[in-house]
């Protein structure tokens, strides 16, 4: 199974919401039972976690492609200057889960 994640917008200290366009592909099982908004968590690289506010992904068997949306609970924001990297946790997919990783340069 492989799965591609991009950011769209910007990434920048503050940012209060994140959407991510997500593409799964597999040969092996039907897609359409994960629920991403259960099985991703973001964390920030400066210790936050955040879960998803929505997945919003046609029905797609083998193959699905969707947006994953973040909203960050504080005024804080999903990242800090603090924030040396981002990434996306995908759990449950296989044995090991997906772990898509950013580096990051955030100014304040």
Do not use: C
Not at 58 to 65: A, C, I, T, V
Not at 71 to 93: H, I, N, Q
């Amino acid at each position: 199974m492989t799965i591609q994640a991009t950011p769209q917008g910007k990434l920048v200290t503050g940012t209060r919401e994140l959407t991510f366009q997500i593409v799964m592909d597999t040969h092996s099982v039907d897609l359409d039972v994960y629920d991403l908004k259960e099985l991703t968590v973001l964390r920030n690289g400066a210790g936050g976690e955040f879960k998803p506010t929505s997945w919003q992904a046609p029905k797609g068997g083998h193959h699905r492609d969707g947006t994953l949306a973040f909203a960050s609970p504080d005024t804080s924001g999903l990242l800090t200057t603090d924030s040396r990297f981002m990434e996306l946790y995908v759990k449950d997919m296989n044995k090991a889960g997906h772990t898509l990783r950013w580096e990051l340069r955030l100014a304040s």
